[in-house]
């Protein structure tokens, strides 16, 4: 009892500097805040979303440093120093990544609660291997769930941005 | 060229591929207070006392709620079951006892979600456990009751007797005795927790943001639930991350929101529910166990007559209960074409989670049990799955039900030739023969099931014939916007099933324009959008209801249009045609380059009305259309009466092969046969029958709310429950036939819950498997643990019996 009223008032909050999206952010934040909290609560980016408590469902995936994170299962503070990519990232100048055009194209998301994660799921994918065979592209993405897709649609997302990104 | 049949790209996706969608958790007002609920850690206890005074002294508390506030401010949700269930006081807390593991006992509002659960820690409940009943007929002996005040735990109880079952008996060739089946618990989940954001405004108003996807209804329900008039609560929802009838009653937890706020002079509170609460307390699918079930057979193992009493599991409280004790006989007779039916239909409490609407709710429960029993009868007679099936299937159509529901069209035969051939039948049949001489485990399972869709509300009557509901209706409003844009409201609320799409596509075919010119607004606002009381996201509808409603505002809308711009230019309505010209959509008049626009009628109406000269009044380019299906209103004492227009079907085939070593079963093919009539947009409609297959592969081999003798619940993470990942799903050979409803306008037929078909296949596949090792199929879920237990203790002996 006396360490969670020690907690809430005593512990000194921290100070974070994380870079998203190309952005430098400093925060002062509770030591026990969770990135995932700190990128929606504190920056607003609230593309990335939380669907557990357990690590298993990936709605939370960001990159830090280029490596797929579930960011519900990292401190702020872990990252403190990192660089993060998250959904909002992926549109450069107005253009879509081929990932996002290819996931509404393929209709890979319905009610589109696990988009963002899988999407950094994806390029995570994709970023180690230009060409994924079917088998590849279910590996890489079994630590997203979707609910809604029952995910062949997105199997097929994922082949045609592969294609798209060789080409370009 | 035509909109409906293509698939052109979701209006919904701009957004959510962006990371902008708005989910109820996305809104982060300034100062909002963050709800937590403290829950009850048994499945069966008496509340002595709460002390929430070390909670209450946390710096960063708000407020502390417990049953006092509720009882102060709360009047019980209204019941739908007859007395003595009527009596049962729901309210969003516990007040002196606790029904179900993970029941809220209060809720801390902070200024931080860590500091909520740092305070909700230092509230002192004092329990006294009770005994818990967890086993529906344990329920229904009452010698444990959930609710003390109603004296029982039994909620319905009711017989469908239909034919003459006694006289088919007497005469039947072969009578298959089944002694018990169980369909086991298990929900949809979506992704997206429960959520709100509640505001008492000092005006006395609730507002809510949220992710319910019945809001219409959460509001008849919640507004007397906060003793409110239903005017002064309006209910909000955006974006929805899934919902698949599991988020039809979180207005139960909304209220705490609400009474935070009240109790915080107003300020905005959020309640964000965490996956375990959710698997705790969000509510299940109903659990089935069917007893005493007798099949009459003729000679040719053409089924005549079935009896057999079926015991539903409700959990601790009947939220949407006990509807589900008449839904399940939309589907009555399943696929097929016996006469003779008598079904004792009963419902108890349990100390379990409440049961909330599931995808295919309740009449997968009786598809699964009527296919069950076609393929064990099939199998102790010795007739094979499909030539069952073809004995025994429904042709002729439109076809009455015994219990007087019309199966509008559907051709099951072709539906299993289609799936043979996507399978490649005969090659996995001697696979199949091949493999079982070496020793191996292989089955084919077929499961053919139904969607009904577009309720008769007539049929709660049956259930309560006190409710004042019958008949069903949806809502549209169409407008010309002042700068011509065309606006669409509609009444439902959508989850993911893409109706702004939908919609869009029906009236760009009406005014022969581009989808991409038509705005259907997002998400559903009790103050913005029209809606009914049957509004809303639910029971496979939208195709019918929600766009026969748009189709209807869009003829009333071009009525208005037509006269309005034969009047400006002088022309008869019969000349002008729909278009787009230079100046974006149009009238014109044919054969000419005399046309107005849609900016300039709306103007003449909205702005510069004199024009008009006082011609016109009935003009107002704003119309709203409500649909209402020709339903009437069922004989209750007699249980008959037609209780869904459409009926959608799904013909699945899996062939499986049980692992030795793990007792897995994997799925070596698997086909997939839709009929959803016409279809609006295939894109769409392909993606909802994926996704309620994999639902229904991982609810079949995976996903199960378990709990223990102390109503503990096993399952109650992600990571215990394992919902279906990428890496446990088979390539599904999907394909499509099309028989037009003829009580649809369009021909479509509602669809997208798919009717819990693989759940029914992969119990035939497995028994198909195993019939051989002595193994019946009795319980919808065949994970390795149950196989195993069948492999070690074959049941056909007990389970079965043939006269
Ligand atoms: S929120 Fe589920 S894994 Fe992070
Ligand atoms: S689209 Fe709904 S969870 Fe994936």
Redesign the interface.
């Known amino acids: 009892?006396s360490t969670?009223?020690t907690?809430?008032?005593d512990i000194p909050k921290v100070a974070v500097e994380i870079t998203v999206n190309g952005q430098s952010y400093r925060r002062e934040v509770?030591p026990?805040t969770l990135l995932v909290q700190f990128i929606?609560?504190e920056l607003?980016?609230?593309?990335?979303?939380?669907?557990?408590?357990?690590?298993?469902?990936g709605?939370c995936t960001i990159l830090l440093d280029g490596e797929p994170v579930k960011s519900c299962t990292m401190l702020a503070a872990q990252a403190d120093g990192g660089e993060v990519l998250?959904?909002?990232g992926?549109?450069k100048d107005g253009e879509?990544h081929p990932l996002?055009?290819a996931?509404?194209?393929h209709?890979g998301?319905?009610?589109?609660?696990?988009?963002?994660g899988m999407?950094m799921s994806s390029l995570a994918l994709l970023q180690n291997n230009a060409s994924p065979t079917e088998k590849q592209?279910?590996?890489g993405?079994?630590?997203?769930?979707?609910?809604?897709?029952?995910?062949?649609?997105?199997?097929k997302a994922i082949e045609a941005a592969a294609a798209e990104m060789r080409e370009d | 060229m035509s909109w409906v049949g293509k698939s052109p790209r979701r209006k919904e996706d701009d957004r959510l591929i962006r990371g902008q969608g708005l989910f109820t958790d996305d809104e982060l007002g300034e100062g909002m207070l963050q709800l937590y609920i403290l829950r009850s850690p048994y499945a069966h206890a008496k509340i002595n006392s709460i002390d929430t005074s070390a909670a209450e002294a946390l710096p960063g508390v708000a407020c502390v709620l417990t049953g006092k506030d509720v009882l102060e401010h709360c009047d019980p949700y209204m019941q739908l079951a007859l007395e003595p269930a009527a009596n049962i006081q729901d309210y969003p807390l516990a007040r002196d006892k606790i029904h179900f593991q993970g029941e809220p006992v209060a809720a801390v509002a902070a200024e931080t979600v860590g500091l909520a659960m740092d305070a909700a820690e230092l509230i002192d409940v004092d329990y006294d456990m009770l005994d818990a009943v967890l086993d529906v007929e344990e329920a229904l002996k009452d010698e444990i009751l959930v609710h003390d005040n109603i004296g029982t735990n039994r909620t319905w109880q009711g017989v469908y007797e239909y034919g003459d079952v006694d006289k088919a008996f007497a005469e039947a060739a072969h009578v298959v005795k089944i002694d018990r089946l169980h369909f086991h618990r298990y929900s949809s989940t979506p992704l997206e927790n429960n959520a709100c954001v509640a505001e008492w405004t000092r005006q006395g108003t609730v507002e809510f943001l949220c992710n319910n996807n019945f809001p219409g209804f959460a509001k008849q329900l919640l507004a007397p639930g906060l003793r409110l008039p239903i005017e002064n609560v309006r209910v909000r929802t955006y974006d929805v991350g899934g919902a698949f009838g599991n988020k039809i009653w979180n207005y139960v937890y909304m209220a705490l929101a609400a009474l935070a706020s009240r109790k915080t002079g107003g300020r905005r509170v959020k309640w964000a529910e965490i996956r375990t609460e959710h698997m705790l307390a969000a509510g299940h699918g109903n659990e089935r166990t069917y007893v005493d079930t007798e099949v009459a057979l003729d000679k040719d193992g053409v089924i005549t007559a079935l009896r057999s009493r079926h015991l539903d599991d409700c959990g601790a409280y009947t939220r949407y209960e006990p509807l589900g004790c008449v839904i399940f006989s939309q589907v009555l007779p399943a696929t097929y074409k016996l006469r003779n039916i008598r079904i004792e239909m009963n419902q108890a409490v349990t100390n379990k989670c409440p049961v909330v609407p599931n995808r295919g709710y309740s009449r997968m429960q009786q598809l699964w049990f009527m296919e069950r029993v076609v393929d064990i009868c099939g199998q102790e007679l010795g007739i094979p799955a499909d030539e069952m099936r073809l004995n025994n299937y429904i042709t002729d159509f439109p076809y009455e039900t015994p219990n007087g529901c019309v199966y509008d069209s559907g051709n099951y035969p072709a539906m299993l030739d289609k799936a043979k051939e996507l399978l490649d039948w005969d090659k996995w049949a001697a696979y199949r023969d091949q493999a079982r001489s070496e020793g191996k485990h292989v089955g084919i399972g077929i499961g053919t099931t139904l969607d009904s869709g577009t309720n008769n509300f007539g049929q709660a009557q049956i259930m309560n014939p006190h409710l004042p509901f019958s008949g069903n209706s949806e809502a549209c409003i169409i407008r010309l916007d002042f700068d011509g844009a065309v606006v669409v409201t509609l009444g439902t609320g959508p989850s993911g099933q893409g109706h702004e799409t939908s919609a869009s596509q029906v009236v760009a075919d009406e005014l022969n324009i581009d989808p991409s010119m038509v705005t259907v607004r997002s998400g559903f606002d009790t103050n913005w959008n029209t809606f009914v009381g049957h509004s809303g996201s639910y029971a496979s509808q939208f195709a019918v209801t929600g766009l026969s409603a748009v189709h209807g505002a869009c003829q009333k809308l071009k009525t208005e249009m037509r006269k309005l711009a034969g009047f400006l230019l002088e022309a008869a309505e019969e000349d002008l045609e729909f278009g787009v010209g230079e100046e974006g959509p149009q009238l014109k008049v044919k054969g000419t380059d005399k046309a107005v626009n849609y900016w300039y009628l709306s103007n003449i109406v909205n702005n510069n009305n004199a024009v008009l000269q006082g011609a016109l009044e009935d003009v107002t380019l704003n119309v709203r259309h409500v649909y209402r299906p020709p339903f009437n209103v069922p004989d209750v004492e007699k249980k008959f009466g037609n209780l869904t227009l459409t009926y959608a079907a799904q013909l699945h085939i899996a062939v499986v092969e049980i692992d030795p070593a793990t007792c897995r079963v994997n799925t070596l093919a698997y086909a997939a046969v839709d009929d959803c009539g016409t279809v609006i947009n295939p894109q769409i409609a392909h993606g909802q029958v994926h996704g309620a297959t994999v639902h229904g592969i991982g609810a079949a081999i995976m996903e199960a709310f378990d709990y223990d003798e102390g109503g503990n619940l096993l399952t109650a993470t992600f990571s215990d429950y394992c919902p279906i990942t990428s890496m446990n799903i088979p390539d599904i050979a999907y394909g499509n036939i099309e028989t037009p409803s003829p009580f649809s306008y369009n021909g479509a037929k509602g669809m997208g819950e798919g009717g819990g078909a693989p759940l029914h296949t992969m119990s035939a596949a497995v028994q198909d498997a195993l019939h051989g090792a002595g193994v019946i199929v009795t319980d919808s879920f065949v994970s390795p643990p149950r196989v195993y237990e069948l492999l070690q203790n074959p049941n056909r002996e007990t389970a079965v019996s043939v006269g």
């Open positions: 009892m969670t009223e907690a809430a008032q509770e026990r929606r609560e607003r980016l609230t593309g990335t979303h939380i669907g557990c408590d357990t690590t298993y469902c709605a998250t959904v909002e992926l549109e879509l996002q055009t996931f509404s194209e209709h998301l319905q009610c589109g609660y696990c988009t963002p999407l592209i279910r590996k993405i079994q630590g997203n769930l979707c609910r809604c897709t029952g995910y062949h649609n997105i199997f």
